[in-house]
């Protein structure tokens, strides 16, 4: 299926794909300013509140994928919600959630996407619990999730300031910034096909290593495996070859947040991104978390960007608050019993570079989006110790280890390491979070 396709028929009126079309904006932002309450119990720490509604993609064992929205410990099963007539038209919506990806669903644009998601932020508020109530509802500690989206193109930034400069530290004590740094979202393109799942095992990757004060690579598994802490865009809207996405319609092609640990090799990749940057240091692995946040739910958590100096040029200025208030974490254990150790506690809101400003500088010279591209924000890190988002720089680069819970100390990550990372904005009583995205360290192969 070609998930870069023109779907302007879809989109050009979505709402007659309802049977009703009692849908009024003015009023339903009224009702958002309110508490909102359910009959289905939420525990008042869960990640997924009735403002949040994250959209993912699951099975309960039988292998038969279909898109849910994630509430409290349940799932919304949007097939049989669709199949139970929540939101008209049954068999066109039936088809489109019992698919093994959110891409065509996706597709079919924000302004019905978000009416689907309030279809059902309604059927959770309703003063009593709906007859269909069970039917619909499964149970999502149990349930197996699934890669959400179809991803056609990745694409990796670096745009924490802080990052760039621990990193760069480390090589060019003088000058840690290269010239392009403040003037760019410096990215690369990255390997899709190896973008997994949270939960599937990290196998420790092969590649060429230069040993400390050798002229001669080996070949090696890498002995610097470290994590990369991350938040993702997913594209919501194709755009057209050759028309470049300015920065005030950014949030028309962003459809969501995901969290995102960007697996890196550091050794393999200190040797090889000498001209053309990283390659099989990176590409061996990915993980992302498996529920999409739509852009709508983390509105309220919105802040103003880092000042930026020197001002970026015309095509990547904004206006207003285009960052978000976004408290990550990272955690690590060493074997399925111990204690995790909480090794860093950052934000996005550090990011020196938007979304906004990331997705502008990408297209600019015409290149197009497609529905399922996922963009990440390259390690996000704040200004202390505490809040960096890798191993690299929280051990110095090897130098200064980290001790652990269990007493154990690490530099970079041993085989049967676990890494978790933790995502949530939380503002007057109002939680939105993205659950967790983690992976565990496998031994290499035998070569």
């Not at 009024?24 to 403002?51: G, V």
């Not at 508020?125 to 197996?144: C, F, G, I």
């Not at 865009?233 to 640990?261: Q, R, W």
């Amino acid at each position: 299926m070609d998930f870069c396709q023109n779907r302007a028929e879809w989109q050009r009126n979505p709402q007659k794909l309802f049977s009703s079309g009692r849908f009024n904006r003015r009023s339903d932002k009224k009702k958002q300013m309110h508490i909102l309450t359910s009959w289905l119990p939420i525990p008042a720490d869960s990640d997924f509140s009735l403002y949040n509604l994250p959209y993912g993609v699951f099975h309960t064992g039988d292998g038969r994928a279909r898109a849910g929205i994630a509430i409290g410990d349940h799932i919304v099963d949007l097939a049989a919600a669709a199949g139970s007539g929540l939101f008209g038209k049954r068999r066109f919506f039936k088809k489109i959630f019992e698919q093994n990806t959110l891409n065509d669903f996706i597709a079919l644009g924000k302004p019905l996407t978000g009416r689907v998601r309030k279809k059902v932020q309604d059927w959770l508020t309703r003063s009593s619990a709906p007859a269909n109530a069970e039917s619909l509802l499964v149970n999502r500690l149990t349930a197996q999730m699934l890669l959400p989206v179809h991803i056609g193109n990745y694409t990796d930034f670096y745009s924490s300031i802080e990052h760039a400069t621990n990193v760069g530290k480390m090589f060019r004590p003088d000058n840690p910034l290269l010239p392009n740094w403040r003037w760019i979202p410096v990215g690369y393109h990255g390997r899709a096909s190896s973008i997994v799942a949270s939960g599937t095992p990290v196998r420790r990757p092969w590649g060429q290593i230069l040993p400390p004060g050798q002229e001669t690579p080996v070949f090696a598994p890498s002995r610097q495996l470290d994590f990369e802490l991350e938040m993702a865009f997913v594209i919501g809207k194709n755009s057209v070859l050759g028309e470049p996405v300015p920065t005030e319609k950014a949030d028309e092609y962003i459809f969501g947040l995901v969290l995102f640990n960007d697996w890196s090799a550091r050794d393999i990749q200190r040797w090889e991104y000498v001209p053309l940057g990283p390659f099989l240091g990176k590409n061996f692995a990915s993980s992302v978390s498996p529920w999409i946040v739509p852009l709508e739910a983390l509105r309220p958590f919105r802040v103003k960007s880092p000042k930026q100096n020197p001002a970026p040029l015309p095509y990547l200025q904004t206006r207003g608050a285009q960052n978000y208030d976004i408290a990550l974490e990272v955690a690590l254990s060493t074997g399925e019993k111990t204690k995790q150790t909480i090794v860093s506690r950052s934000n996005t809101k550090y990011l020196y570079w938007s979304m906004a400003q990331q997705l502008a500088h990408h297209t600019i010279n015409g290149c197009n989006v497609c529905v399922g591209d996922l963009m990440a924000s390259g390690t996000i890190s704040g200004p202390e110790a505490g809040t960096y988002g890798s191993m690299l720089e929280l051990s110095r680069g090897g130098k200064e280890p980290l001790t652990l819970n269990d007493g154990s100390s690490r530099s970079f990550l041993e085989n049967g390491d676990r890494v978790i990372m933790r995502a949530r904005a939380e503002k007057n009583g109002v939680r939105v979070g993205f659950g967790e995205v983690d992976g565990v360290i496998l031994p290499e192969q035998v070569r």
